[in-house]
């Protein structure tokens, strides 16, 4: 058994009259190939084996990680190393221990079990990857970046390594060699290692999470971020236009994120109404009540005053419209009441006394909210001339 080449060599040369060179060429070829077949065999066999077992057992496909183990065929994988395994160990069948073929051949088995074991490594980092995605709070973190940060570092480690072999240096002989050229390993992978960084800087911090809305204040970013990888970050702006970010930009370069008006009870809205100055007056009763009697919010106002009785001195009217103002927003059902809600009275200006609002209405989404705010200012505006005012317009 441990001579076959040496039989095989005999039996080409006595029997077929075949030169030494020549038969040893071809006893070695067949051995080879020989050795591949039965690689192969065995792999189809354990294989088969192994997708017979899995098909029929229920308690793993009743497994969390089932579905997505098989979907990156990491027992696929693994099983590789098996038919390398045996490869490993028939040369020593087919020829002799000092035979120079015996080193050849397991340095390429040790090379093909090493790249079996990274396609291991990347799929169960992508199987990670995938499983972490299945909830919608885990979906939305920029994991993406920091696994295809792993899979570079898995690629790099795994190519040094294989390199090593097929010299036959050891590792720590090239490492040293790459330490000297580290400015220029730099330079090359300058983009990769920046945006590994910034992705756990992201990841870590929840600076950015999938579905956020951003914006950049140079503008060129103004949407929804769909996809974090490891050089650049996916934007759909309002427009339906790609922006392309990288990462690193996002941790050096401020930005807005609108994911905590999204989680917070409402919708900022907040604009001026402005008065034309020479409308403002002090209300007689007969204006007062003319004005309770149209409309009837106010009419509850007043009777909550102490007594029913109007401030000294009298009331304004646009102090009326202020008071209204309020009233309206604080009973209507598509303004949140509990966050901040101001009517206030700014600093005239050439364009006339602006009357503040600062509200917060409940639809977050974008079309809705400004539907409602256009409908809120649209019947305030319309009511002003009720309090004996009037818009200011510039002639």
Same mark, same amino acid.
Not at 70 to 93: A, M, N, Q
Not at 288 to 309: F, H, Y
């Given at each position: ?43 189809? %066999?354990?294989?088969?084996? =192994?997708?017979? +077992? ?15 183990? +098989? ?24 020829? *002799? ?12 088995? /040790? ?19 995938? =499983? ?63 945006? =590994? ?81 020479? &409308?403002? *007056?002090? $209300? ?7 004005? $309770? ?16 009785? %109007?401030?000294?001195?009298?009331? *304004? ?20 009441? &509990?966050?901040?809600?101001? +009517? ?15 509200? =917060? ?12 705010? &256009? ?8 009511? +002003? ?5 009037? /818009?200011?317009?510039?002639?």
């Amino acid at each position: 058994m441990t001579n076959i080449a040496n039989w095989s060599e005999q039996f080409l040369t006595d029997r077929l009259q075949i030169s030494a060179d020549i038969a040893g060429f071809i006893s070695t070829s067949v051995l080879i190939l020989l050795m591949i077949l039965i690689g192969i065999g065995t792999n189809w %066999l354990i294989q088969s084996i =192994f997708r017979s +077992v899995t098909t029929h057992s229920a308690r793993l496909r009743r497994s969390k990680w089932h579905p997505f183990l +098989v979907k990156r065929r990491i027992g696929h994988h693994l099983l590789l190393l098996v038919p390398g395994l045996i490869l490993y160990f028939l040369p020593y069948i087919a020829f *002799e221990k000092d035979a120079g073929i015996i080193r050849l051949l397991h340095r390429a088995d /040790i090379i093909y079990m090493l790249i079996v074991m990274i396609m291991v490594g990347n799929a169960m980092l992508l199987a990670f990857l995938d =499983f972490y995605r299945t909830t919608d709070k885990n979906r939305s973190h920029p994991l993406q970046g920091l696994v295809q940060g792993l899979q570079v570092i898995l690629y790099f480690v795994g190519g040094i390594i294989i390199t090593a072999v097929l010299i036959d240096k050891s590792p720590t002989v090239l490492l040293t060699g790459l330490g000297a050229s580290a400015a220029v390993l730099m330079l090359i992978f300058k983009d990769s290692i920046l945006g =590994f960084v910034a992705g756990v800087q992201l990841s870590q911090n929840r600076m950015i999470r999938i579905g956020d809305w951003i914006q950049m204040p140079d503008g060129s970013a103004n949407g929804t971020v769909e996809e974090i990888t490891l050089n650049t970050v996916k934007v759909r702006n309002w427009d339906n236009t790609i922006t392309m970010i990288p990462p690193y930009t996002l941790v050096s370069t401020p930005f807005k994120n609108w994911r905590g008006m999204q989680e917070s009870g409402g919708r900022r809205a907040d604009k001026s109404i402005f008065i034309d100055v020479t &409308s403002l *007056e002090v $209300c007689s009763q007969d204006m007062i009540a003319d004005i $309770c009697k149209a409309i009837p919010v106010m009419d509850g106002w007043r009777r909550t005053l102490p007594e029913g009785r %109007l401030p000294e001195g009298g009331i *304004e009217n646009i102090r009326l419209f202020r008071t209204y103002t309020e009233l309206y927003l604080r009973n209507h059902p598509d303004v949140n009441a &509990s966050l901040d809600l101001i +009517v206030t009275q700014k600093e005239a200006t050439p364009y006339g006394i602006p009357v503040y609002v600062y509200f =917060f209405i409940n639809d977050k989404a974008w079309a809705s909210f400004e539907r409602k705010q &256009s409908d809120i200012f649209d019947h305030l505006m319309s009511i +002003v001339p009720e309090f004996g005012l009037r /818009i200011y317009q510039r002639p």
